[in-house]
């Protein structure tokens, strides 16, 4: 059999418009606990796909649980990147129990939704499994999760893996949804974010601009 290679992007490939991003319990009486990474990359994973979000106009949700009574606020590397933006409260540790989370969810209409949050193996496992049992395409974004133990991490990972969920990393997302140098429209939002919450590779286009003025798009 003759297979034709052509140039288009791979179906499981994902782009700023065919999915919702969910961030799920981004809060400091989770982060105390939350050993699996350390809490300056956590927090700083969190707000590069944050950002990314944002900038390529993603429908996003922002969850907590008893945020007034226990768990505290939602981190503001979050927070300050959807000024403004309503924040669903629960009681349930599952997200996807939440009657109002389901009918924004619904409303906004993505069947292939993104996942972070805290701890993995509660909050992220339970979303997960139950929006797979109902049909929906789902990914998580690792190392923007994390879990009181990297044991407890890790298994929460196999176990989504196993229900067919896709695992991603942070960085990862966000070049996942520019994709091409080309698009200009979002090329300096896409590498700025990077320059500030990319690490090395952010020091690497720092340098790059700096010493010869260079490029990705060329």
């Not at 956590?42 to 226990?70: C, E, G, Q, W, Y």
């Not at 496992?125 to 990297?150: E, K, L, N, R, T």
């Not at 991603?168 to 520019?178: A, N």
Request: charged share 20%.
């Amino acid at each position: 059999m003759t297979i034709t290679a052509t140039p288009t992007p791979g179906k499981s490939l994902i782009s700023p418009t065919d999915h919702a991003l969910i961030l799920i319990d981004f809060q400091s009486q989770m982060a105390f606990a939350t050993k699996s990474i350390a809490t300056e990359v956590l927090r700083n994973n969190a707000a590069l796909i944050s950002r990314a979000a944002k900038s390529f106009d993603v429908p996003t949700i922002l969850t907590t649980v008893a945020k007034d009574s226990f768990s505290g606020p939602m981190f503001t590397e979050i927070a300050d990147a959807f000024p403004g933006q309503k924040m669903f409260d629960r009681t349930s540790m599952n997200t996807w129990e939440d009657a109002a989370v389901i009918d924004e969810v619904n409303r906004i209409g993505k069947t292939r939704l993104v996942m972070a949050g805290l701890w993995t193996s509660v909050c992220i496992v339970g979303p997960v499994a139950s929006a797979i049992d109902q049909g929906f395409d789902v990914y998580f974004i690792a190392d923007a999760c994390g879990d009181i133990s990297a044991e407890a991490h890790e298994r929460a990972v196999q176990r989504m893996i196993q229900l067919g969920a896709k695992p991603m990393t942070s960085l990862q997302y966000m070049l996942e949804l520019q994709r091409d140098w080309a698009r200009t429209e979002t090329y300096e939002s896409t590498t700025g974010i990077a320059r500030q919450y990319g690490g090395g590779y952010g020091l690497g286009i720092t340098y790059a601009k700096t010493m010869f003025n260079a490029s990705e798009g060329h």
